[in-house]
């Protein structure tokens, strides 16, 4: 049977937009970093092809911009749009946290998933700092936060959030510079737990609201103190 090339090309662009998404999550490709196609094509060993193609995707997601006559770079980070990105999250996620916290009370297995990671962030707090400790509490809050839009029972909420946590995730590099902050993080999210888990959606709402002007306060001083490149404090 003969392999559709378009197919192949399809699922190549797939895998090198998904692992380029990541690495910007991560942080490992920064904010203002040159992508260059042939340098693309010599680490994925895809074609050009799913490499403009995952190129676009991840500039649609505003993830990457296309610069015309120089090429793609990572998108870089500025003041507005760190403040834009909270703002709007402070106006979509403790509605969220609203419907997870009634739908955990109305569905004992889902509760008990929550009460599990209520229990793991609290874990996270007897180990000593280090950063295997941050990429465990990085990958229990993600996992956390997707729990929550997927107890959203607005469609619409839920995509919009989905949509921004490649946004979220990579701004994550700047609120937690200080291992002080992973400290403080864990203490909230135990705080929204515990709402959560009582069944008060009011108090998980604002123990998330809280969160997030928290973590916006903390970005902005550390890009004060060391912004590094790709990053505009007055844009």
């Given at each position: 049977?003969?392999?559709?090339?378009?197919?192949?090309?399809?699922?190549?662009?797939?895998?090198?937009?998904?692992?380029?998404?990541?690495?910007?999550?991560?942080?490992?490709?920064?904010?203002?970093?040159?992508?260059?196609?042939?340098?693309?094509v010599?680490?994925?060993?895809?074609?050009r092809?799913?490499?403009?193609?995952?190129?676009?995707?991840?500039?649609?997601?505003?993830?990457v911009?296309?610069?015309?006559?120089?090429?793609a770079?990572?998108?870089?980070?500025?003041?507005?749009?760190?403040?834009?990105?909270?703002?709007?999250?402070?106006?979509?996620?403790?509605?969220?946290?609203?419907?997870?916290?009634?739908?955990?009370?109305?569905?004992?297995?889902?509760?008990?998933?929550?009460?599990?990671?209520?229990?793991?962030?609290?874990?996270?707090?007897?180990?000593?700092?280090?950063?295997?400790?941050?990429?465990?509490?990085?990958?229990?809050?993600?996992?956390?936060?997707?729990?929550?839009?997927?107890?959203?029972?607005?469609?619409?909420?839920?995509?919009t959030?989905?949509?921004?946590?490649?946004?979220?995730?990579?701004?994550?590099?700047l609120?937690?510079?200080?291992?002080?902050?992973?400290?403080?993080?864990?203490?909230?999210?135990?705080?929204?737990?515990?709402?959560?888990?009582?069944?008060?959606?009011?108090?998980?709402?604002?123990?998330?609201?809280g969160?997030?002007?928290?973590?916006?306060?903390?970005?902005?001083?550390?890009?004060?103190?060391?912004?590094?490149?790709?990053?505009?404090?007055?844009?």
């Open positions: 049977m003969t392999a559709d090339p378009q197919r192949e090309e399809a699922s190549k662009a797939e895998l090198v937009h998904r692992r380029l998404r990541e690495e910007i999550e991560l942080g490992e490709l920064a904010p203002g970093t040159p992508l260059s196609e042939l340098s693309l010599a680490r994925t060993g895809a074609s092809t799913p490499v403009r193609e995952a190129l676009r995707r991840l500039a649609a997601e505003g993830l911009d296309l610069v015309p006559r120089q090429g770079r990572v998108s870089r980070v500025s003041a507005r749009s760190v403040r834009d990105l909270f703002e709007f999250r402070a106006l979509l996620e403790p509605a969220a946290v609203r419907q997870a916290t009634e739908a955990a009370a109305a569905d004992p297995e889902l509760r008990r998933d929550f009460a599990a990671m209520r229990e793991a962030f609290a874990g996270t707090l007897q180990h000593a700092p280090s950063q295997a400790r941050s990429r465990s509490f990085y990958e229990l809050a993600d996992r956390f936060d997707w729990a929550v839009v997927g107890a959203t029972r607005n469609e619409h909420l839920r995509r959030i989905a949509e921004l946590r490649p946004h979220t995730a990579r701004l994550r590099n609120s937690h510079l200080d291992p002080e902050r992973v400290e403080v993080s864990v203490g909230e999210h135990l705080a929204i737990c515990d709402a959560l888990l009582a069944g008060d959606a009011d108090g998980a709402a604002a123990a998330l609201a969160h997030l002007a928290r973590s916006l306060d903390t970005i902005f001083r550390n890009l004060a103190t060391g912004p590094g490149e790709g990053v505009d404090l007055l844009g």
